[in-house]
């Protein structure tokens, strides 16, 4: 079956970086699109950034356009996402998302769950 594992998140201070990576399973992960998603405490989850299957082309939202940085190593099954000058409102859950097809437009149909990313100094 599908799965899903993110690993990466921590505590760091404002300014700093880290990298999530999402770890895919139980299908042809270069056929598909994937995303990022985020959930802050009291807040909707909300998209963060997308790559699709073909040409990995991106999608990011605009508080973190400049900043971050989505990827996918198609041979490792993994993707990435390199998030640099955090800020303390970057703070939330990130989820890894598989999309239904290899394009971004397509519907999430499945999560991970879930790496607590966590900006305070």
């Known amino acids: 079956q599908v799965q899903l594992v993110e690993s990466g998140g921590a505590l760091v201070q404002p300014g700093g970086s880290l990298r999530l990576s999402c770890a895919a399973s139980?299908?042809?992960?270069?056929?598909?699109?994937m995303t990022w998603y985020r959930q802050a405490p009291g807040k909707e989850r909300e998209l963060v950034a997308g790559?699709?299957?073909?040409?990995?082309?991106?999608n990011y939202a605009d508080s973190v356009k400049g900043r971050f940085t989505i990827s996918r190593d198609n041979a490792k099954n993994t993707v990435y996402l390199q998030m640099n000058s955090l800020k303390p409102e970057d703070t939330a859950v990130y989820y890894c998302?598989?999309?239904?097809?290899?394009?971004?437009?397509?519907?999430?149909?499945?999560w991970g769950q879930g790496t607590q990313v966590t900006v305070s100094s």
């Open positions: 139980g299908f042809t992960f270069r056929l598909y699109a």
């Open positions: 790559i699709s299957s073909i040409t990995s082309s991106s």
């Open positions: 998302g598989r999309h239904s097809s290899s394009i971004l437009s397509s519907v999430v149909t499945h």
